[in-house]
């Protein structure tokens, strides 16, 4: 049996086929055997773009929101992923890994892949996902780099005189 190198899944049946396949069952309401259903783990490089939940063919990936709206991240249903690996190809940070599930370690249900907290922006008052102690939206940071670039490139060079 080989393997596709970019999920490292086994490859039984082309792609397509099996993603059809896979598909026809859903749409029949037959969820996946747990141990055909594949692992998805999230490294550390994640920054929350949801990418992955909008390409998702089956939904498996979905963005969730706790019940207090106090948190928000990316949910896996194990037994609807069907490792197309459309996910993986759309991050941007390459922050997903899927792989054949290990000896004891199923994904079953909905795991929680990610959790990040929501604030609302000190500067522009719009809410956002941080993980860490972030005060400030992505667009204020971006836009407060600006600043700086631009505020030093018009001041560092105001005491030499012309070229």
Known sequence: MQRDPRTQMPEQIPRLARRRFFIKLLRRGRMLPAGLSPALWVSDDCRNHQVCAAVCPTAALRVYASD????????????????????????????????AQREGSAQDGVTVLTRWNLRDCRDCGDGFADPGPGVVCPTCRKTRALARTDFSRLFSSAGKGPP
């Open 68 to 99: 207090a709206r106090a948190a928000t991240g990316i949910a896996l249903d194990a037994g609807r992923c069907i490792a197309c690996g459309d996910c993986t190809r759309a991050c941007p940070e390459r922050a997903l890994t899927l792989a």
